[in-house]
Protein backbone atom coordinates (compact mmCIF):
# COMPACT_ATOMS: atom_id res chain seq x y z
CA UNK A 1 0.00 0.00 0.00
CA UNK A 2 2.82 2.11 0.91
CA UNK A 3 4.67 1.82 -2.28
CA UNK A 4 1.97 2.90 -4.37
CA UNK A 5 1.30 5.71 -2.17
CA UNK A 6 5.03 6.17 -2.65
CA UNK A 7 4.86 5.68 -6.54
CA UNK A 8 1.80 8.18 -7.10
CA UNK A 9 3.74 11.14 -5.16
CA UNK A 10 7.01 10.16 -7.17
CA UNK A 11 5.27 10.09 -10.51
CA UNK A 12 1.90 11.32 -10.44
CA UNK A 13 0.98 11.56 -14.42
CA UNK A 14 2.65 8.60 -15.13
CA UNK A 15 0.16 5.88 -17.60
CA UNK A 16 -1.39 3.18 -16.01
CA UNK A 17 -0.54 1.17 -19.01
CA UNK A 18 2.03 1.26 -22.93
CA UNK A 19 -1.08 1.89 -25.02
CA UNK A 20 -1.87 5.37 -23.02
CA UNK A 21 1.71 6.66 -24.43
CA UNK A 22 0.95 5.93 -28.10
CA UNK A 23 3.14 2.56 -27.51
CA UNK A 24 1.70 -0.63 -29.25
CA UNK A 25 -1.72 -0.73 -28.94
CA UNK A 26 -1.99 -1.31 -33.05
CA UNK A 27 -1.85 2.31 -34.27
CA UNK A 28 -1.42 3.54 -38.30
CA UNK A 29 0.19 6.44 -38.94
CA UNK A 30 -0.98 7.52 -42.09
CA UNK A 31 1.46 9.52 -44.28
CA UNK A 32 -0.43 11.82 -46.85
CA UNK A 33 2.53 13.97 -47.76
CA UNK A 34 6.13 12.78 -46.75
CA UNK A 35 8.73 10.99 -48.48
CA UNK A 36 7.07 8.03 -48.94
CA UNK A 37 3.21 7.97 -48.96
CA UNK A 38 1.56 4.92 -47.03
CA UNK A 39 0.01 3.39 -43.64
CA UNK A 40 2.94 2.61 -41.32
CA UNK A 41 2.52 0.65 -38.39
CA UNK A 42 5.13 2.47 -35.69
CA UNK A 43 6.00 5.75 -35.08
CA UNK A 44 9.87 5.19 -36.03
CA UNK A 45 8.74 4.40 -39.79
CA UNK A 46 6.31 6.91 -40.30
CA UNK A 47 8.83 9.61 -38.61
CA UNK A 48 11.50 8.40 -41.37
CA UNK A 49 9.24 10.04 -43.99
CA UNK A 50 8.31 13.32 -42.54
CA UNK A 51 11.16 14.06 -40.37
CA UNK A 52 12.74 17.30 -41.91
CA UNK A 53 10.37 16.89 -44.84
CA UNK A 54 8.74 20.56 -45.81
CA UNK A 55 4.99 20.56 -45.63
CA UNK A 56 4.55 16.94 -44.63
CA UNK A 57 1.04 15.64 -43.57
CA UNK A 58 0.78 12.86 -41.56
CA UNK A 59 -1.54 11.60 -38.26
CA UNK A 60 -1.90 8.55 -36.35
CA UNK A 61 -5.08 6.54 -36.16
CA UNK A 62 -6.64 3.68 -34.38
CA UNK A 63 -7.72 1.51 -37.27
CA UNK A 64 -5.97 0.91 -40.88
CA UNK A 65 -9.32 2.00 -42.66
CA UNK A 66 -8.92 5.77 -41.06
CA UNK A 67 -5.60 5.83 -41.81
CA UNK A 68 -6.35 5.20 -45.63
CA UNK A 69 -9.20 7.38 -45.66
CA UNK A 70 -6.97 9.98 -44.69
CA UNK A 71 -4.70 9.52 -47.31
CA UNK A 72 -7.76 9.81 -50.01
CA UNK A 73 -9.15 12.75 -47.57
CA UNK A 74 -12.02 10.76 -46.81
CA UNK A 75 -12.13 12.06 -43.33
CA UNK A 76 -13.91 15.40 -42.85
CA UNK A 77 -14.51 15.46 -39.26
CA UNK A 78 -10.82 14.68 -38.13
CA UNK A 79 -7.87 17.43 -37.27
CA UNK A 80 -5.04 17.12 -39.66
CA UNK A 81 -1.95 16.73 -38.57
CA UNK A 82 1.31 18.45 -39.43
CA UNK A 83 1.08 21.23 -42.43
CA UNK A 84 -0.98 19.67 -45.66
CA UNK A 85 0.11 20.63 -49.22
CA UNK A 86 -1.21 23.25 -50.01
CA UNK A 87 -2.20 24.64 -46.60
CA UNK A 88 -1.54 28.47 -45.58
CA UNK A 89 1.01 28.65 -42.54
CA UNK A 90 0.97 31.52 -40.07
CA UNK A 91 4.70 31.41 -39.90
CA UNK A 92 7.51 29.35 -41.68
CA UNK A 93 8.95 26.82 -39.31
CA UNK A 94 12.03 25.19 -39.05
CA UNK A 95 12.73 21.44 -38.55
CA UNK A 96 15.09 20.97 -35.33
CA UNK A 97 18.33 19.01 -35.76
CA UNK A 98 17.51 17.37 -32.50
CA UNK A 99 15.88 14.15 -32.11
CA UNK A 100 12.05 15.01 -31.95
CA UNK A 101 9.37 13.42 -30.02
CA UNK A 102 6.03 12.13 -31.59
CA UNK A 103 3.60 14.96 -29.54
CA UNK A 104 6.21 17.86 -31.00
CA UNK A 105 5.20 16.59 -34.49
CA UNK A 106 1.53 16.18 -34.07
CA UNK A 107 0.08 19.78 -34.55
CA UNK A 108 -3.55 20.21 -35.70
CA UNK A 109 -5.97 21.98 -37.48
CA UNK A 110 -9.41 22.05 -38.37
CA UNK A 111 -10.27 21.76 -42.62
CA UNK A 112 -13.81 23.07 -43.34
CA UNK A 113 -16.27 20.72 -44.86
CA UNK A 114 -17.23 21.07 -48.96
CA UNK A 115 -20.58 20.10 -49.84
CA UNK A 116 -20.37 17.28 -53.19
CA UNK A 117 -22.35 17.61 -56.06
CA UNK A 118 -22.14 16.15 -58.85
CA UNK A 119 -23.13 19.17 -61.44
CA UNK A 120 -20.18 20.57 -59.88
CA UNK A 121 -18.29 17.52 -60.62
CA UNK A 122 -16.68 18.42 -56.77
CA UNK A 123 -14.95 15.63 -54.97
CA UNK A 124 -14.92 16.15 -51.04
CA UNK A 125 -12.68 13.37 -50.11
CA UNK A 126 -9.90 13.66 -52.39
CA UNK A 127 -6.95 15.61 -51.96
CA UNK A 128 -4.48 16.80 -54.36
CA UNK A 129 -1.39 14.51 -53.53
CA UNK A 130 1.96 13.60 -54.88
CA UNK A 131 3.84 10.58 -54.74
CA UNK A 132 7.38 11.77 -54.03
CA UNK A 133 9.36 10.03 -56.79
CA UNK A 134 12.21 7.55 -56.65
CA UNK A 135 12.91 5.76 -59.93
CA UNK A 136 13.70 2.27 -59.03
CA UNK A 137 16.82 0.73 -59.94
CA UNK A 138 15.20 -1.68 -62.46
CA UNK A 139 12.94 0.24 -65.51
CA UNK A 140 10.57 -2.79 -64.55
CA UNK A 141 9.92 -2.53 -61.16
CA UNK A 142 7.03 -0.51 -59.76
CA UNK A 143 6.27 2.45 -57.61
CA UNK A 144 4.58 1.74 -54.38
CA UNK A 145 2.11 3.86 -51.86
CA UNK A 146 2.48 1.36 -49.34
CA UNK A 147 1.16 -1.57 -50.20
CA UNK A 148 -0.39 -0.35 -53.31
CA UNK A 149 1.58 0.27 -56.83
CA UNK A 150 1.50 3.48 -58.07
CA UNK A 151 0.27 4.55 -61.88
CA UNK A 152 -0.71 8.24 -63.33
CA UNK A 153 -3.29 7.97 -66.09
CA UNK A 154 -4.05 10.90 -68.04
CA UNK A 155 -6.55 11.47 -71.07
CA UNK A 156 -6.57 14.50 -73.61
CA UNK A 157 -8.28 15.78 -76.38
CA UNK A 158 -7.80 18.48 -78.95
CA UNK A 159 -10.35 20.64 -80.31
CA UNK A 160 -12.70 19.11 -77.60
CA UNK A 161 -16.20 19.22 -78.96
CA UNK A 162 -15.43 19.55 -82.15
CA UNK A 163 -15.77 17.22 -85.48
CA UNK A 164 -11.91 17.60 -85.65
CA UNK A 165 -11.64 16.11 -82.48
CA UNK A 166 -8.77 13.92 -81.28
CA UNK A 167 -8.00 12.23 -78.10
CA UNK A 168 -5.70 9.96 -77.01
CA UNK A 169 -4.79 8.22 -73.32
CA UNK A 170 -1.99 8.08 -71.45
CA UNK A 171 -0.74 5.48 -68.52
CA UNK A 172 2.45 5.95 -66.92
CA UNK A 173 4.09 3.49 -64.51
CA UNK A 174 7.33 4.95 -64.30
CA UNK A 175 10.69 6.12 -66.55
CA UNK A 176 11.04 3.81 -69.25
CA UNK A 177 8.98 1.59 -67.72
CA UNK A 178 7.62 -1.54 -70.37
CA UNK A 179 3.94 -0.93 -69.72
CA UNK A 180 3.51 2.81 -69.90
CA UNK A 181 1.09 3.12 -72.89
CA UNK A 182 -0.16 6.15 -75.50
CA UNK A 183 -2.71 5.08 -77.10
CA UNK A 184 -5.64 6.98 -79.94
CA UNK A 185 -8.87 7.02 -78.22
CA UNK A 186 -11.59 4.64 -80.38
CA UNK A 187 -14.97 5.73 -80.36
CA UNK A 188 -16.20 9.77 -79.94
CA UNK A 189 -13.59 11.69 -79.64
CA UNK A 190 -14.09 13.31 -75.76
CA UNK A 191 -11.70 14.61 -73.18
CA UNK A 192 -13.70 12.80 -70.43
CA UNK A 193 -14.29 9.88 -72.61
CA UNK A 194 -10.50 9.92 -72.58
CA UNK A 195 -9.60 10.58 -68.94
CA UNK A 196 -11.99 6.96 -68.38
CA UNK A 197 -10.47 5.04 -70.72
CA UNK A 198 -7.06 5.54 -69.42
CA UNK A 199 -7.70 4.38 -65.87
CA UNK A 200 -9.76 1.38 -67.82
CA UNK A 201 -6.11 0.35 -69.38
CA UNK A 202 -4.25 0.88 -66.39
CA UNK A 203 -6.48 -1.33 -64.17
CA UNK A 204 -6.80 -3.70 -67.42
CA UNK A 205 -2.73 -3.65 -67.32
CA UNK A 206 -2.52 -4.22 -63.43
CA UNK A 207 -4.91 -7.59 -63.64
CA UNK A 208 -2.52 -8.75 -66.03
CA UNK A 209 0.00 -8.80 -63.79
CA UNK A 210 -1.67 -9.86 -61.17
CA UNK A 211 -1.83 -7.13 -59.11
CA UNK A 212 -4.53 -6.29 -56.85
CA UNK A 213 -3.69 -3.18 -54.93
CA UNK A 214 -3.53 -0.17 -57.04
CA UNK A 215 -3.39 3.55 -56.34
CA UNK A 216 -4.68 5.11 -59.33
CA UNK A 217 -3.56 8.93 -59.37
CA UNK A 218 -5.37 11.17 -62.35
CA UNK A 219 -6.35 15.07 -62.46
CA UNK A 220 -10.07 14.00 -63.69
CA UNK A 221 -12.00 14.63 -60.59
CA UNK A 222 -15.14 13.71 -62.88
CA UNK A 223 -14.10 9.67 -63.43
CA UNK A 224 -13.39 9.80 -59.69
CA UNK A 225 -16.37 10.85 -58.36
CA UNK A 226 -18.13 9.09 -61.28
CA UNK A 227 -16.62 5.73 -59.89
CA UNK A 228 -16.97 6.33 -56.24
CA UNK A 229 -20.13 8.46 -55.58
CA UNK A 230 -22.18 8.62 -58.76
CA UNK A 231 -22.23 4.89 -60.28
CA UNK A 232 -24.19 3.13 -57.89
CA UNK A 233 -26.59 5.92 -58.07
CA UNK A 234 -27.12 5.77 -61.80
CA UNK A 235 -27.95 2.00 -61.31
CA UNK A 236 -30.46 2.57 -58.69
CA UNK A 237 -31.79 5.26 -61.02
CA UNK A 238 -31.97 3.59 -64.36
CA UNK A 239 -28.51 5.15 -65.51
CA UNK A 240 -29.85 8.70 -65.12
CA UNK A 241 -28.13 11.42 -63.81
CA UNK A 242 -30.10 13.13 -60.61
CA UNK A 243 -31.48 15.60 -63.61
CA UNK A 244 -33.14 12.99 -64.94
CA UNK A 245 -30.93 12.79 -68.58
CA UNK A 246 -29.49 9.81 -69.46
CA UNK A 247 -25.69 9.14 -68.55
CA UNK A 248 -23.80 10.64 -71.38
CA UNK A 249 -20.96 8.35 -70.55
CA UNK A 250 -22.82 5.26 -69.68
CA UNK A 251 -20.97 2.52 -71.47
CA UNK A 252 -17.37 4.12 -70.00
CA UNK A 253 -18.56 4.01 -66.49
CA UNK A 254 -19.95 0.50 -66.97
CA UNK A 255 -16.71 -0.67 -68.32
CA UNK A 256 -14.31 1.05 -65.47
CA UNK A 257 -17.37 -0.29 -62.56
CA UNK A 258 -16.59 -3.92 -64.43
CA UNK A 259 -13.02 -3.70 -64.19
CA UNK A 260 -12.88 -2.38 -61.13
CA UNK A 261 -14.67 -5.68 -59.27
CA UNK A 262 -12.13 -7.43 -57.25
CA UNK A 263 -9.64 -4.95 -57.24
CA UNK A 264 -8.72 -2.80 -54.49
CA UNK A 265 -8.20 0.84 -55.40
CA UNK A 266 -7.23 4.06 -53.86
CA UNK A 267 -8.14 6.96 -56.48
CA UNK A 268 -5.99 10.06 -55.97
CA UNK A 269 -6.45 13.23 -57.02
CA UNK A 270 -3.62 15.25 -58.67
CA UNK A 271 -4.05 18.71 -59.92
CA UNK A 272 -3.22 18.81 -63.91
CA UNK A 273 -0.60 21.29 -65.46
CA UNK A 274 1.05 21.31 -61.58
CA UNK A 275 4.45 19.86 -62.57
CA UNK A 276 4.12 16.73 -61.13
CA UNK A 277 6.24 14.80 -62.62
CA UNK A 278 4.19 11.25 -63.11
CA UNK A 279 1.24 13.31 -63.85
CA UNK A 280 3.19 15.70 -66.60
CA UNK A 281 4.65 11.97 -68.23
CA UNK A 282 1.03 10.93 -68.47
CA UNK A 283 -0.03 14.15 -70.04
CA UNK A 284 2.61 13.26 -72.70
CA UNK A 285 1.53 9.74 -73.55
CA UNK A 286 -2.05 10.93 -73.54
CA UNK A 287 -1.56 13.48 -76.40
CA UNK A 288 1.63 11.53 -78.24
CA UNK A 289 -1.75 8.62 -78.44
CA UNK A 290 -4.05 11.43 -79.69
CA UNK A 291 -1.53 12.26 -82.47
CA UNK A 292 -1.80 8.41 -83.52
CA UNK A 293 -4.54 7.75 -86.05
CA UNK A 294 -7.05 5.99 -85.92
CA UNK A 295 -7.77 1.94 -86.51
Request: net charge positive.
Amino acid sequence: MWRRVLALLVHPFLPTNPGALGIGGGMFYAVRRGRRIGVYATWNECKEQVDKYQYASYKKFGTEKDAWAFINEESTNSSISSTGFGEKQDSPRRCSNKATSESSYMRSYKRPYEEVSEKKYTYKRVKYTDVPYTPPANKNEFVYMGDYIVVYTDGCCSRNGHQEARAGTGVYWGPGHPLNTSERLHGRQTNQRAEINAACKAIEQAKRQNITKLAIYTDSKFTINGVTNWIPNWKNNGWKTSAGKEVTNREDFERLDKLSEGMDIQWMHVPGHAGFPGNEAADRLAKEGAGKSSS
